[in-house]
Every structure is written in structure tokens, then in C-alpha cells.
């Protein structure tokens, strides 16, 4: 600790402090001249009268000013009330160097805005200990200043991030009652189904029974979904997911995620297409890349009917790797599109057959996509379609043009 203050202590003496001092008679002038220039850490310079001294003040910023009182032309009281008008020079302390030591003269000085004045004949010792104590004063109200605005910020910035986090917290808070209230839609409807097969399963002939069995199992994969995608974006939020990056084939998992959906493409009329190529090798996580896609032909196959096309894509294109998902179906308003991405935001329309949803996939998919220093984007007219595209810096892996 007593070297820490040491070394605060050489450095204090290290940093020149500049002194100006105004005078008329060339004797007082030299003399302080003199002596202020034989003591370590002072850099005096001098200026001759009033005038003179505003601009040696305006050009070289004084750290203190020793200024004389009786001088002819302007006097040490009006280049004084000069000094303090100026906001650049207001703060500078001056302390008057006077022949009268009555009150009335020194009460002036005080009102003209000294901080404290020396009578001459002035004792040299005198001169550096009042120097020593108003250039000490001024470091320090520097000092005060600085962390008062500093503390003034943190107060901002506390204040910006109760007012980011109040409303983190009432976004989260729509978005479980979003979440609630489609668990609840699809819990009914299952329990309905089921109601209905144990109150009326002997009048039920096989089709009607074959059709109740597989609502309850559509709306058991859908709460699965739901609980699925909750539990992802809930992990995140607790930074619980560790991103492992592996050299992954595009081609095979787009592969694999259109054999996933080919029964529910099929039943809906809808194509599947994959347009990537051989050779469209990307480096990242495995687990992740497969949600993503899962996610967003998912959500294509939602919002198309019958006649409409999915196709997956992959193109290097400057220093990127753009995964492509992009569908015929039923697009989105502008307005929709904006918003798809906020928390707690009822962005997420029915689809072509009623099918619902939250939107918690698509912000789970965009979070995964920064996690691997990639974006999510999306694009999309009403009655023409979506394009939702995954991009990613492609530092390693080299992906051939697919479209």
C-alpha cells in the first residue's frame, strides 16, 4: 500500500502544472519568475498586463493564475470578472497579488471570483504553500466533478436497464400466457377427443374411431412441440446450452428433415424440395442446425396448401453460407414480418388449416443462429410466399451455388 501512494505521489510531481503570472513591474515578475521556475513540477510564463494576460489564458490554459491588482489600462478586477465570464477559462483559479491588506479591497477580490489573494511584499515560501493549496483544491473539484457526472451515468444506465428489464419481464410474461393459453386449446381438444372415444367407442365405427386416434395424436405431437421449444428457449435464457461446432453435410440434413415431414407435406398437397448439392459443408452445431431448418419447413408447411412448393437452398455468397428456406404459401404482412421476431408478440397467424401456433420456434431458431455467429432473416409477401434464410461466416467448409 505505501508503495502504491509513492508511486500516486511521482507521478503527481511528473505532471507539470502551468502557472501565469500577470504583473506590470518587471522586478515581481522576475523574482516569482525565478523561483517558480527552480521548484519541480512548474511551468510559469508571464504576461505584462491585462490584455495580454486573456491571451496568454485563451492560448495556453493556466492550471492557477497569480494576478496583480493596481496595473493601468485594465486592472487585476476587470481582467479578473474577463476571466471568470469566459466558460473556458471560469474554473481557473486566481489568486491576486495586492499592496492593500484592508477587508474592503480583499472582500472585492473575493467578489470578482479570487480565491485567495497575497499582500506584497510577498514571502516566496508563502507564495508556493497558497499555490501548493488552491492548485490541490482544483485537482481535486476536477476530480469530484468527474465522478458526480460518472455517477450521474451509472444512474442512466441503472435507469435504462430497469426500463429494459421491466420490459424483458412483461414480453416473457405475454409470451408464457401465450404459451399457456395454446397448451390449454391443445390439452382440451386431446381430452375432448378422449372423452368422446371412452363415452361413445361402441358407436363408433373403425374409421370414426381411426380419425379420433389420430387428432389425439396430431395434438399430443403439437404440445410436444410447444413443451419442446419452451424448454430450448428457457435453457438459453439461463445459458445452459454449450455450442459444439462440427463439420456438418447440408445436403444430408436438409435430407433427413424432408423425410421428417414427408407424411405431413403429403397430406397437405404440399412439395418438398432440396436443391442442395454435394460439397455444401458447413462448421457448425449439429443439434442446432437440424432445429433451425426443423423450425422453418415446419413453419412452411404450415402456412401452405395444396399445390404450393418448399424448397431448401444453400449458396456461398460473400464470405457467407446462406441456408434458404423458401416456400409458395401464403406470406405475411408487412407488419407481421416486423414483428415475428418479439418476445411476447402475437405474430404467429393460423395457418392454411387452422393449424396454430406461438412463434416461440422462429425466436428459438434466431437465438441459435447468433449463438453460432450467424442470422436469421426473413422476407415475405402476402399471397407469394416466405423466405426465411440462415446465415453464417463461412471461415471454414467451402458450400457449392444451389439454386
Sequence with gaps: MVQNE???ERNKIAVENKIL???DNPTNLKVLFDYLSGEKGYKSFVAKNG???LER???AQPDIILLDIM???MDGYETCRRLKEDDNTKEIPIIFLTAFA???NKVKAFDHGAVDFIVKPFNQKEVLARIKTHLTISRQKKELEKANTALEQTNIDLEKANIDLAKANASKDKLFSIVAHDMRNKLFGLTGSIEMMESFFNELNDDEKQQRIKAMSKSAQQMYKLFENLFTWARMQTGSIEVVTEKLNVRQTASEIIDFFKEDAKAKGIELISNVKDGCDVMYDKNMLSFIIRNLVHNAIKYCDTGNSITISCIHQDQYHRISVKDTGTGMKKEVCDAIFKVGARSSKPG?????GSGLGLMVAREFAELNRGTLTIQSEENEGTEVVLSLPASQGACITAL
Excluded: L, N, Y
Aim: charged share 40%.
Design 6 to 8: 509513492s508511486s500516486q
Design 352 to 356: 392454411t388449416r387452422k393449424e396454430g
Design 51 to 53: 490584455r495580454e494576460a
Design 71 to 73: 496595473m493601468p489600462e
Design 21 to 23: 503570472i500577470v504583473d
Design 102 to 104: 484592508d477587508t474592503e
Design 57 to 59: 489564458t485563451a492560448h
